[in-house]
């Protein structure tokens, strides 16, 4: 249809600069300069980086490491990002850390393990930052937990769940499901349902073939310890249905389907982001209303927003609800990432599990540092490992017999009356709240 | 196995084989009969489920009535993107690198003005997102009736308009010879500026189906590439009842393989049967049209 009159690469390489110019300006409304820049422009950097910095203009401390701010992490790890640079912003306006300010510019991971890993070797060998924080999701976290310890840095990080996996001795989580997320965690949920007063009797589990929400409602590969589906049927219930599916699987209609067909008293959803959201969706499609249902990591904005996602239940670290706000801090966290979330167009804004999990990160962080007194990663590291360190998740209490784990602080929480709300333990659980099924 | 399981899944399959089919449409006419493949498709469906999600929530427009919204936007987007190929002289293969780049363009344009985060229109705005329609017991997705609806429109309009008009005429004797068309003076730009057009206004549909009943996010592009090029390349590129027929046995093979197998198997059963009808007939499981 056309002949071609000659070779216009001008055009071409001008068209592939500007793709790659405008992907990398666009992928993040801050400004993703290198940790070696940030830490070369030291004023300026630390202007760029807080709304009021300490009068020492001292040289700041910089943490390197990476965030998904583009790729299929990127919804969530956009709450990461607030609260990350929310948690840097107070803490300068306070003082800063050691007297001196402290920067931190994730760099774009694209949601890709070795891409993480690339940056963090990067950052710590090349930039010479004096601090790292671990990126978000499973896949990242683990990459550059390679990279950490081979370097000797201390590695708080916030959202891996392979538990049974990482074994170094400076690595520091705040997802605190603990070393056996596959057995505490379900059991956390089916106790919520016994405190109902009407447990199921027949259960269908939903998985997304996610390593960790296999590990969820298997176990560790390889291992016999069994997880979701065998505490379960520990429990006398019948197991009606066993479907796992793809990540990101786009049509639902068979799997809700089977799940009609099925009937189950609770549905068990080892979903992550939308995949309860579009289940809901399929499952009223076909006329069926789920009488039970659980998700173990969905995306809370849209799932609340899901035919009939009422009932629904999850798991939580923190809700901005009575008991977690009584205290004047937590409140205060809470309402300012709603503010700093709504600013960055995130819409769901509640400060709930995903950004307490991150801001607890960075308080295990700074409480290492302010402890040792010093950036020495071992005198770091030595301290978190033996002294507690509060944060906005509970007391958390480093044991290296369990890998640096320290037991399942997971909440249970329900959509009742189109709201997330803490049903259990009772403790932790919104005045009135319990569990409904 | 349970029949109704059975039938639901393949009714389901059915209909999103329709929505499949209307997402491959476009880029089936642009490659068989441009010559480009182009990627940028991906962005429009994206563009054109945003653009829906953006209208039908801030101005409560009824997201069907997008559909005349969209379709007159892209056909001028794309007509313009032709220009721009034409200008360009741009040939099959540079079109897939200068296409990728326009992807990545796009998607980040999308991703700074919507945010990584997810997005759905709210139930007040959308009515359909789980409406049905019951034969039997077997449910019918009010979304996906459309998409199917629209998709055998496509195919039939769009063969029909191949073989029975002027125009189709002319795009045949151009994809044939664009010197000699040329010569009967067929301007072989102005052709493809008209296809292009059509191909893209194809994709921006899909994405006004796809905001009907999905959860929006940037990256949910990378999750049509496998599904989308099957449906193309099983159906014959060029070939409009070629793309439907494929995209239909796609959704069935999918739905019914993951009710039979599990979900897990749906991908596995989709590529092994596109493997396999490649193997016999390689350019396709219909006939090309006569683009």
């Known amino acids: ?199 199921p009797e027949t259960i269908a589990f939903v998985m997304n073939e996610f390593p960790g929400t296999q590990y969820i409602g298997y176990g560790p590969p390889g291992s016999d310890a069994g997880g979701a589906i065998s505490e379960a049927e520990k429990r006398g219930w019948d197991v009606v249905a066993e479907i796992n599916f793809p990540t990101g699987t786009s049509d639902w209609a068979p799997i809700a389907a089977e799940i009609a067909a099925a009937d189950p008293d609770f549905i068990y959803v080892g979903a992550i982001g939308v995949d309860g959201t579009n289940l809901l969706v399929a499952l009223d499609a076909i006329g069926y209303v789920p009488r039970g249902h659980f998700y173990q990591w969905p995306a809370p ?59 607890a990160a960075w308080q295990v962080l700074i409480a290492g540092v302010e402890g040792a007194g010093s950036l020495d990663q071992q005198e770091i590291c030595d301290w978190l490992i033996n002294n507690e360190v509060e944060t906005i998740i509970g007391t958390i209490d480093f044991d290296p017999a369990q890998q640096n784990y320290y037991g399942d602080l997971t909440k249970i929480k329900q959509i009742q009356n189109g709201q997330f709300v803490v049903v259990s333990p009772s403790e932790f659980a919104a005045p009135g709240a319990e569990p409904q099924l | 196995m349970d029949v109704d399981l059975l039938a639901q899944a393949a009714v389901s399959g059915l209909l999103i084989g329709g929505l499949y089919a209307t997402m491959a449409m476009g880029i089936s006419l642009s490659w068989g009969a441009l010559k480009i493949i182009n990627l940028a498709h991906f962005t429009f469906i994206l563009l054109g489920a945003y653009l829906t999600y953006q209208l039908t929530t801030t101005f409560g427009i009824d997201p069907f009535l997008m559909i005349v ?69 077997v449910a019918l997705q009010v979304p996906l009736i459309a998409a199917f609806i629209a998709a055998v429109v496509i195919a039939v309009g769009t063969s029909l308009a191949l073989s029975h008009t002027h125009f189709g005429r002319a795009v045949r004797a151009v994809v044939q010879d664009a010197e000699m068309a040329r010569a009967f003076g067929i301007d072989p730009r102005r052709v493809a500026v008209i296809l292009s057009g059509l191909a893209t206004a194809y994709s921006g549909l899909a994405g006004v189906f796809i905001a009907m009943f999905q959860v929006l996010s940037p990256t949910m592009t990378f999750a049509w590439f496998g599904i989308v090029f099957s449906v193309v390349i099983l159906g014959g590129l060029g070939s409009p009842y070629g793309a439907l027929g494929a995209g239909i046995i796609v959704g069935v093979v999918a739905g019914v393989a993951s009710v039979v197998w599990g979900p897990l198997s749906a991908p596995l059963v989709t590529f092994l049967l596109l493997i396999a009808a490649l193997l016999f007939r390689p350019s396709g499981l219909f006939r090309r049209s006569p683009a």
């Open chain 1, 1 to 199: 249809m056309r002949r071609e009159r000659g070779i216009v690469p001008r055009f071409l390489i001008l068209l592939a600069v500007f793709a790659l110019v405008a992907a990398a300006c666009s992928s993040s409304d801050d400004t993703t300069t290198t940790a070696a820049a940030a830490a070369a422009t030291t004023t300026t950097a630390a202007e760029a980086a807080t709304t009021t910095t300490s009068e020492s203009s001292s040289e700041p401390i910089v943490v390197g490491g990476s965030l998904a701010l583009t790729g299929f992490l990127a919804p969530t790890a956009a709450i990461h990002k607030v609260a990350g640079d929310l948690f840097v912003e107070t803490l300068n306006e306070s003082g800063g850390l050691l007297g001196r300010p402290v920067v931190w510019e994730p760099l774009d991971d694209e949601s890709v393990p070795d891409q993480a890993a690339a940056i963090y070797e990067r950052v710590i060998s090349e930039d010479g930052v004096d601090l790292i924080m671990g990126p978000y999701g499973t896949g990242t976290i683990t990459a550059a937990m390679a990279v950490a310890e081979r370097e000797g840095f201390v590695y708080p990080h916030h959202t891996a769940s392979l538990t049974y996996v990482y074994t170094y001795a400076c690595h520091f989580p705040t997802w605190p499901t603990g070393i056996e997320t596959n057995i505490t965690n379900p059991n956390l949920v089916y106790d919520a349902l016994e405190e109902s007063g009407n447990p």
């Open chain 2, 69 to 137: 919204v969209v379709f007159p936007l892209f056909f001028v987007a794309g007509a313009l993107l032709q220009v721009f190929f034409e200008w360009a002289k741009v040939d099959e293969f540079r079109s897939l690198l200068i296409s990728f780049g326009l992807f990545i363009i796009f998607t980040s344009l999308v991703r700074t003005v919507w945010t990584a985060d997810f997005r759905r229109i709210s139930s007040e705005d959308n009515p359909y997102a789980s409406a049905s329609i019951f034969i039997g017991g």
């Open chain 1, 301 to 359: 904005g849209p799932l609340l927003g899901a035919p009939n996602s009422e009932g629904a239940f999850s798991v939580t670290t923190f809700e901005p609800h009575s008991p977690f706000t009584d205290a004047a801090e937590p409140a205060a966290i809470s309402e300012a990432f709603s503010t700093a979330a709504a600013a960055a167009g995130i819409p769901y804004t509640a400060f709930e599990a995903q950004a307490s999990v991150s801001w």
